[in-house]
T-cell receptor, first 113, second 115 residues
Framework: DAKTTQPTSMDCAEGRAANLPCNHS???????VYWYRQIHSQGPQYIIH???NNETNEMASLIITEDRKSSTLILPHATLRDTAVYYC??????????????FGQGTELSVKP | DAGITQSPRHKVTETGTPVTLRCHQT?????MYWYRQDPGHGLRLIHY???????DKGEVSDGYSVSRSKTEDFLLTLESATSSQTSVYFC??????????????FGQGTRLTVV
Protein backbone atom coordinates (compact mmCIF):
# COMPACT_ATOMS: atom_id res chain seq x y z
CA ASP A 1 0.00 0.00 0.00
CA ALA A 2 1.13 3.52 -0.74
CA LYS A 3 2.24 5.54 2.26
CA THR A 4 0.62 8.82 3.11
CA THR A 5 2.03 11.94 4.73
CA GLN A 6 -0.07 14.32 6.77
CA PRO A 7 0.74 17.26 9.03
CA THR A 8 0.80 16.25 12.66
CA SER A 9 -1.61 18.94 13.81
CA MET A 10 -3.70 21.84 12.57
CA ASP A 11 -5.93 24.50 14.07
CA CYS A 12 -9.10 25.92 12.58
CA ALA A 13 -11.48 28.64 13.73
CA GLU A 14 -15.06 27.58 14.34
CA GLY A 15 -17.26 28.31 11.33
CA ARG A 16 -14.35 28.48 8.92
CA ALA A 17 -13.38 25.85 6.39
CA ALA A 18 -10.85 23.28 7.53
CA ASN A 19 -8.53 22.11 4.76
CA LEU A 20 -6.57 18.99 5.62
CA PRO A 21 -3.84 18.00 3.17
CA CYS A 22 -2.50 14.55 2.43
CA ASN A 23 0.42 13.54 0.28
CA HIS A 24 0.35 10.16 -1.42
CA SER A 25 2.97 10.59 -4.10
CA UNK A 26 3.46 6.83 -4.68
CA UNK A 27 -0.21 6.07 -5.22
CA UNK A 28 -1.02 3.55 -7.93
CA UNK A 29 -3.75 3.81 -10.51
CA UNK A 30 -5.93 1.25 -8.77
CA UNK A 31 -5.72 2.79 -5.31
CA UNK A 32 -8.52 4.76 -3.72
CA VAL A 33 -8.07 7.59 -1.23
CA TYR A 34 -10.09 7.24 1.97
CA TRP A 35 -10.53 9.63 4.87
CA TYR A 36 -11.54 8.67 8.40
CA ARG A 37 -11.63 10.53 11.67
CA GLN A 38 -11.41 9.46 15.28
CA ILE A 39 -12.97 11.44 18.07
CA HIS A 40 -11.55 10.86 21.54
CA SER A 41 -11.28 7.12 22.13
CA GLN A 42 -14.13 6.09 19.86
CA GLY A 43 -13.68 3.84 16.85
CA PRO A 44 -12.71 5.68 13.64
CA GLN A 45 -15.55 6.99 11.50
CA TYR A 46 -15.63 6.98 7.72
CA ILE A 47 -15.84 10.40 6.06
CA ILE A 48 -15.38 10.11 2.31
CA HIS A 49 -13.40 8.36 -0.41
CA UNK A 50 -12.51 8.85 -4.07
CA UNK A 51 -10.46 7.53 -6.96
CA UNK A 52 -9.90 10.35 -9.44
CA ASN A 53 -12.75 12.81 -9.32
CA ASN A 54 -13.57 15.24 -6.57
CA GLU A 55 -16.24 13.97 -4.22
CA THR A 56 -18.70 15.63 -1.89
CA ASN A 57 -21.08 14.29 0.71
CA GLU A 58 -22.95 15.69 3.68
CA MET A 59 -19.83 15.67 5.83
CA ALA A 60 -17.03 16.91 3.60
CA SER A 61 -15.49 17.40 0.19
CA LEU A 62 -12.50 15.55 -1.19
CA ILE A 63 -10.27 17.25 -3.73
CA ILE A 64 -7.79 14.98 -5.53
CA THR A 65 -5.11 16.56 -7.71
CA GLU A 66 -4.99 15.63 -11.36
CA ASP A 67 -1.82 13.59 -10.91
CA ARG A 68 -3.43 11.95 -7.82
CA LYS A 69 -0.31 12.48 -5.75
CA SER A 70 -2.09 14.53 -3.14
CA SER A 71 -5.55 15.29 -1.85
CA THR A 72 -7.33 17.70 0.47
CA LEU A 73 -10.22 17.02 2.77
CA ILE A 74 -12.43 20.05 3.25
CA LEU A 75 -14.81 20.51 6.15
CA PRO A 76 -16.75 23.53 4.87
CA HIS A 77 -17.92 24.95 8.19
CA ALA A 78 -15.94 23.44 11.02
CA THR A 79 -17.59 23.08 14.42
CA LEU A 80 -16.14 22.22 17.81
CA ARG A 81 -17.43 18.67 17.32
CA ASP A 82 -15.08 18.29 14.34
CA THR A 83 -12.10 18.30 16.69
CA ALA A 84 -10.56 14.88 16.03
CA VAL A 85 -7.68 13.00 14.47
CA TYR A 86 -8.12 12.73 10.70
CA TYR A 87 -6.58 9.86 8.78
CA CYS A 88 -5.84 9.72 5.08
CA UNK A 89 -5.45 6.19 3.70
CA UNK A 90 -4.87 4.74 0.26
CA UNK A 91 -6.26 1.34 -0.52
CA UNK A 92 -6.03 -0.90 -3.58
CA UNK A 93 -9.19 -2.04 -5.30
CA UNK A 94 -8.02 -5.53 -6.24
CA UNK A 95 -9.36 -8.63 -4.64
CA UNK A 96 -7.57 -9.79 -1.48
CA UNK A 97 -4.95 -7.08 -1.81
CA UNK A 98 -7.70 -4.57 -1.30
CA UNK A 99 -8.19 -5.85 2.21
CA UNK A 100 -5.24 -4.35 3.96
CA UNK A 101 -6.19 -1.09 5.62
CA UNK A 102 -3.21 0.69 7.13
CA PHE A 103 -3.60 3.85 9.19
CA GLY A 104 -0.81 6.39 9.52
CA GLN A 105 -0.42 8.90 12.33
CA GLY A 106 -3.09 11.26 11.04
CA THR A 107 -3.65 14.97 11.59
CA GLU A 108 -4.96 16.21 14.92
CA LEU A 109 -7.42 18.96 14.07
CA SER A 110 -8.36 21.39 16.81
CA VAL A 111 -11.35 23.60 16.10
CA LYS A 112 -11.24 26.67 18.30
CA PRO A 113 -14.07 29.07 19.23
CA ASP B 1 -25.02 1.95 12.94
CA ALA B 2 -23.29 -0.93 11.23
CA GLY B 3 -23.84 -4.31 12.84
CA ILE B 4 -20.51 -4.91 14.51
CA THR B 5 -20.08 -5.98 18.11
CA GLN B 6 -16.95 -6.53 20.15
CA SER B 7 -16.82 -8.60 23.29
CA PRO B 8 -15.83 -8.17 25.98
CA ARG B 9 -15.68 -4.39 26.17
CA HIS B 10 -13.34 -4.42 29.14
CA LYS B 11 -11.05 -7.10 30.47
CA VAL B 12 -8.34 -7.35 33.07
CA THR B 13 -6.16 -10.43 32.92
CA GLU B 14 -2.94 -11.69 34.40
CA THR B 15 0.35 -12.05 32.60
CA GLY B 16 0.73 -15.45 31.00
CA THR B 17 -2.96 -16.23 30.66
CA PRO B 18 -4.66 -16.78 27.31
CA VAL B 19 -7.19 -14.19 26.18
CA THR B 20 -9.68 -14.26 23.30
CA LEU B 21 -11.48 -11.23 21.96
CA ARG B 22 -14.49 -11.67 19.72
CA CYS B 23 -15.73 -9.55 16.84
CA HIS B 24 -19.18 -10.29 15.46
CA GLN B 25 -20.76 -8.70 12.37
CA THR B 26 -24.23 -8.89 10.86
CA UNK B 27 -23.34 -7.09 7.60
CA UNK B 28 -21.92 -10.05 5.67
CA UNK B 29 -18.83 -7.99 4.82
CA UNK B 30 -15.87 -9.83 3.38
CA UNK B 31 -13.05 -8.16 5.28
CA MET B 32 -12.54 -8.11 9.04
CA TYR B 33 -9.68 -6.50 10.92
CA TRP B 34 -8.13 -6.30 14.34
CA TYR B 35 -6.25 -3.17 15.38
CA ARG B 36 -4.61 -2.04 18.54
CA GLN B 37 -4.29 1.56 19.62
CA ASP B 38 -1.75 2.88 22.06
CA PRO B 39 -0.86 6.46 22.99
CA GLY B 40 1.57 7.88 20.47
CA HIS B 41 1.13 5.04 17.98
CA GLY B 42 -2.25 5.55 16.42
CA LEU B 43 -4.06 2.53 14.98
CA ARG B 44 -1.87 -0.42 14.09
CA LEU B 45 -3.14 -3.40 12.14
CA ILE B 46 -2.64 -6.75 13.90
CA HIS B 47 -4.29 -9.23 11.53
CA TYR B 48 -7.00 -9.13 8.95
CA UNK B 49 -9.21 -11.62 7.16
CA UNK B 50 -10.35 -11.57 3.55
CA UNK B 51 -12.71 -14.54 3.84
CA UNK B 52 -13.59 -17.56 5.91
CA UNK B 53 -10.35 -19.25 6.98
CA UNK B 54 -8.35 -16.67 4.99
CA UNK B 55 -6.22 -14.41 7.17
CA ASP B 56 -3.03 -12.43 6.86
CA LYS B 57 -0.64 -10.62 9.15
CA GLY B 58 -0.66 -6.92 9.70
CA GLU B 59 1.96 -4.55 11.11
CA VAL B 60 2.17 -5.91 14.66
CA SER B 61 1.15 -9.59 14.56
CA ASP B 62 3.73 -11.10 16.94
CA GLY B 63 2.07 -12.61 20.00
CA TYR B 64 -1.37 -12.70 18.37
CA SER B 65 -3.31 -15.28 16.42
CA VAL B 66 -6.68 -15.08 14.71
CA SER B 67 -9.34 -17.36 13.41
CA ARG B 68 -12.35 -16.94 11.20
CA SER B 69 -14.46 -20.08 10.92
CA LYS B 70 -17.55 -18.28 9.66
CA THR B 71 -18.25 -14.99 7.93
CA GLU B 72 -19.67 -13.23 10.94
CA ASP B 73 -17.01 -13.96 13.57
CA PHE B 74 -13.35 -12.99 13.80
CA LEU B 75 -11.47 -14.01 16.94
CA LEU B 76 -8.26 -12.51 18.22
CA THR B 77 -6.25 -14.64 20.66
CA LEU B 78 -3.36 -13.70 22.87
CA GLU B 79 -1.86 -17.09 23.65
CA SER B 80 0.07 -15.83 26.67
CA ALA B 81 -0.75 -12.25 27.53
CA THR B 82 2.06 -9.83 28.35
CA SER B 83 1.95 -6.34 29.83
CA SER B 84 3.00 -4.90 26.44
CA GLN B 85 -0.33 -6.10 25.07
CA THR B 86 -2.24 -3.78 27.34
CA SER B 87 -4.09 -1.66 24.81
CA VAL B 88 -7.40 -0.73 23.28
CA TYR B 89 -8.36 -3.19 20.56
CA PHE B 90 -10.65 -2.27 17.69
CA CYS B 91 -12.36 -4.58 15.26
CA UNK B 92 -13.43 -3.32 11.83
CA UNK B 93 -15.32 -4.67 8.82
CA UNK B 94 -15.45 -3.61 5.21
CA UNK B 95 -16.20 -4.75 1.70
CA UNK B 96 -14.11 -4.42 -1.45
CA UNK B 97 -13.11 -0.95 -2.61
CA UNK B 98 -14.86 0.07 -5.79
CA UNK B 99 -18.18 -1.34 -4.65
CA UNK B 100 -20.98 0.50 -2.99
CA UNK B 101 -20.62 1.18 0.70
CA UNK B 102 -17.02 0.07 0.96
CA UNK B 103 -16.11 2.12 3.94
CA UNK B 104 -14.81 0.34 7.02
CA UNK B 105 -16.98 0.27 10.11
CA PHE B 106 -15.39 0.03 13.51
CA GLY B 107 -16.51 -1.51 16.72
CA GLN B 108 -16.58 0.33 20.03
CA GLY B 109 -13.28 -1.11 21.17
CA THR B 110 -12.11 -3.47 23.90
CA ARG B 111 -9.93 -2.13 26.66
CA LEU B 112 -7.54 -4.90 27.72
CA THR B 113 -5.32 -4.57 30.75
CA VAL B 114 -2.65 -7.19 31.46
CA VAL B 115 -1.38 -7.05 35.03
Amino acid sequence: DAKTTQPTSMDCAEGRAANLPCNHSTISGNEYVYWYRQIHSQGPQYIIHGLKNNETNEMASLIITEDRKSSTLILPHATLRDTAVYYCIVRVAMDNQGGKLIFGQGTELSVKP
Amino acid sequence: DAGITQSPRHKVTETGTPVTLRCHQTENHRYMYWYRQDPGHGLRLIHYSYGVKDTDKGEVSDGYSVSRSKTEDFLLTLESATSSQTSVYFCAISDLPGRMNTEAFFGQGTRLTVV
